[in-house]
């Protein structure tokens, strides 16, 4: 059964840093895009930032130039650097991937989330 985990979400400061974990486990054959999506309250779900298994990114307009997406395809394993944070970027982080089980088609995952609260 495939998983993901979100680790490092927490409270800071405005214009302090943070950095999320996606960890994939299972019996995974492969991972293709992973992305990072957030939910503030009573807003709906947004896409924060998005790489391929190519490497290539995309980011909402309201991270550009703050947020860096990465992935270690060794470790499946993605990653969130968020610098320079605001009061609106508070919300619930999901991980989401699209993975290819070893003994299946390719489906969508999501984490449980981790949440990220920033405020003085």
């Known amino acids: 059964q495939v998983q993901l985990v979100e680790s490092g979400g927490g409270l800071v400061q405005p214009g302090g840093s943070l950095r999320l974990s996606c960890a994939a486990s299972?019996?995974?054959?492969?991972?293709?895009?992973m992305s990072w999506y957030r939910q503030a309250p009573g807003k709906q779900r947004e896409l924060v930032a998005k790489?391929?298994?190519?490497?290539?990114?995309n980011y909402a307009e309201s991270v550009k130039g703050r947020f860096t997406i990465s992935r270690d395809n060794a470790k499946n394993a993605g990653y969130l650097q968020m610098n320079s944070l605001k009061p609106e970027d508070t919300a619930v982080y999901y991980c989401?991937?699209?993975?290819?089980?070893?003994?299946?088609?390719?489906?969508?995952?999501w984490g449980q989330g981790t949440q990220v609260t920033v405020s003085s």
């Open positions: 989401y991937a699209l993975i290819r089980p070893l003994s299946g088609t390719w489906l969508d995952y």
């Open positions: 299972g019996s995974i054959f492969s991972i293709n895009s």
């Open positions: 790489i391929t298994s190519g490497g290539s990114t």
